[in-house]
C-alpha cells in the first residue's frame, strides 16, 4: 500500500513537472506567434504596395515590382507556416 502511494506521487509530480513545462512553452510559443505575425503584418501592407505598383506599372520596372512582390508573398507564406507550426 505504501509502495502505491509513492508510486502514484511519484506520477502526480511528474505529471504537475510536465503541465509546468508545457505550461510555459506555450506562453512563450503565444509570444512567439504574436511577433511573427507582427512581423508578417508589416511585411503584408508593403506586399499590398507591391501589388498595387505591380498593376499600375509598365515595362521593365515591372518585373523589378513582380520580382519584390512574389519574395514577399513567399516570405508571408513561410511566416504563416511558422506560426501554424506553433499550434
Known sequence: ???MREE???LQDSLLQ???ELRVKLHLAKADARDEWEG???KWA???D???????????????IEAA????????QKGYE???RLF
Do not use: H, N, P, Y
Open 18 to 20: 510536465q503541465r509546468d
Open 50 to 64: 507591391k501589388f498595387s505598383q505591380l498593376q499600375k506599372s509598365a515595362g521593365e520596372s515591372m518585373d523589378d
Open 82 to 84: 511558422r506560426i501554424r
Open 40 to 42: 508578417l503584418e508589416r
Open 46 to 48: 508593403e506586399a499590398q
Open 69 to 76: 512582390a512574389r519574395l514577399l508573398a513567399d516570405e508571408i
Open 8 to 10: 502514484m506521487t511519484k
Open 1 to 3: 500500500m505504501a509502495d
